[in-house]
C-alpha cells in the first residue's frame, strides 16, 4: 500500500499536528510497544499507529525511519510535536478511532 500524508488528511477524523513536508508510506505499523517497534520495523517510509505519547517515541520512529506518526485517542505534548517537527517527522492526531478501527479504516493489511 502507498498513500501520501497529504491524502491521510482526506479523512476528517485525521487532523496534522505540525507542517513538515508531505511524506509518503508504504507501511502502516500499529504498536504500544517500543522495544518491540525498534526490533521489527524494518522498512523506511512507515506510518506509525499509537496511543503512546512520550518523547521517546519520536527517538524510536528517528532510528528506524518512521516518517508518520497517528497518534490515536490520546494527544502527544507540545515538546513532543516540537521535537519531531525538528526531525522532519509527520504527526497527525485521530480523536475518535482507536488504532485498530483506525487501521481497519485505511485498509492496512496484517502481514
Known sequence: MKISTKELLTYSFIKPLNDVSPKQIIQFYT???LTWILSHVKENN???LTMLTQMNVIAVAKKTNINCIIFCEVMP???VIK???EE???LYFSEKCSSY???NILGVKDE
Open 88 to 90: 522532519n517527522i509527520a
Open 31 to 33: 504498536c504500544d510497544v
Open 46 to 48: 512507515v506510518c506509525l
Open 77 to 79: 505534548s507540545s515538546d
Open 101 to 103: 478501527t483506525l487501521q
Open 83 to 85: 521535537k519531531a517537527t
